[in-house]
């Protein structure tokens, strides 16, 4: 009797668990145009509040930095990037969607040439290229694009009072929390919190931005053209692990076919390219960010299907600093380590409890 209970228990539970998730994300899907802006605000706050330290290291007269003016540094340098990113996009869309039908042609005749050089037999998935509408996926991704710039204004107006919030949080602790040792356990998970995930964006944004000056760099010496915007998608892409960096790499190397028209040469590029990547996503950036990024390749194969799904291209980008923040924030209480656990790599979560 108490074992048919409780296998009634377990699926009673089982069928609320899915009845929770459906709801949760039907209600993701629903509030896209209210969520996303608070979630990049978020993602945005943490990065201004980074680079605020990092400018208040800076010297300054006989002293560092002030801290009003780390901010206002902090900002402009945000506006700037996001004025470069405009930039680069508009530079080289149009000139792109213009080209694309043809390196699409010649990308097509290159491979169908390939196979009658080797005497291949053309099979039908041959013409994959010319049956792949990349125009349409280039109009989505613009579609895309245009729809997060729209929300920048609501994004810039929750990064102003995340950043109020910010400062006032921890009288906001005194308050809700009046014995002194509780208080000090709770700061303590907080700043661990706060630690872990500025040094994920910090480190990310870092290697990113190398990783796309250097691919630009290598692109642009190739002659390869939109060298500038191939860069850019490197430094997006890079935000995704593991399928962010094969896909960073694949596109650009596909304009390079046409452009070369040499295979050696092609060879050299793809091997430059992946070496950039190998390097800096495979040895500088594990000892730079330590344990911050400690996610499975599964995990982030059904973060980026679920976040895409749900949100499209910008819940793919974002699903990743989602699931880093989540997978930290659960690491340090002791009824959500499990779950912190199950998301790992390897299931090595530091003892901080």
């Not at 390097?279 to 996610?295: D, E, F, Q, R, W």
Request: some cysteine; charged content about 15%; glycine content about 6%.
């Amino acid at each position: 009797m108490f074992t048919e209970n409780s296998k009634y228990l377990k699926f009673i539970s089982f069928a609320a668990a899915l009845v929770v998730f459906s709801l949760i994300s039907s209600y993701l899907a629903e509030g896209v145009n209210f969520l996303i802006p608070i979630i990049l605000g978020i993602v945005c706050s943490y990065l201004i509040v980074t680079l605020v330290k990092v400018f208040e290291k800076v010297p300054f007269g006989k002293g560092k930095t002030p801290h009003f003016l780390a901010i206002i540094y902090s900002v402009l340098v945000l506006i700037f990037s996001l004025w470069l990113v405009v930039s680069i996009v508009r530079n080289n869309f149009i000139k792109l969607a213009q080209d694309l039908p043809v390196y699409q042609e010649k990308l097509q005749e290159v491979i169908d040439g390939v196979f009658v050089k080797f005497n291949i037999p053309k099979m039908e998935y041959v013409d994959i290229i010319s049956k792949f509408d990349f125009s349409d996926i280039l109009t989505k991704a613009a579609f895309e694009f245009g729809g997060m710039l729209s929300l920048w204004g609501a994004v810039s107006v929750y990064i102003l009072f995340f950043l109020i919030e910010y400062k006032v949080f921890d009288k906001k602790i005194k308050c809700l929390f009046k014995n002194q040792k509780q208080r000090d356990g709770i700061n303590q998970i907080l700043a661990r919190i706060n630690t872990d995930t500025q040094t994920y964006i910090k480190v990310q944004s870092l290697i990113s931005l190398a990783t796309g000056l250097l691919a630009y760099i290598i692109l642009l010496l190739f002659g390869v053209h939109f060298a500038a915007f191939w860069g850019l998608l490197t430094f997006v892409l890079n935000f995704i692990p593991i399928f962010g960096s094969i896909l960073a790499t694949i596109f650009p190397i596909m304009f390079a076919i046409v452009d070369l028209g040499s295979f050696p040469q092609v060879a050299i590029l793809l091997c430059l390219l992946f070496g950039v990547q190998f390097i800096l996503g495979n040895i500088i950036s594990p000892k730079m960010m330590g344990k911050t990024l400690n996610l499975s390749p599964l995990v982030i194969l059904i973060a980026l299907s679920l976040w895409g799904t749900i949100w499209g291209i910008t819940g793919a980008f974002l699903s990743i600093p989602i699931m880093v923040i989540l997978n930290i924030s659960f690491a340090q209480f002791k009824s959500t380590r499990w779950i912190s656990i199950l998301l790992s790599e390897n299931g090595n979560i530091p003892d901080h409890i």
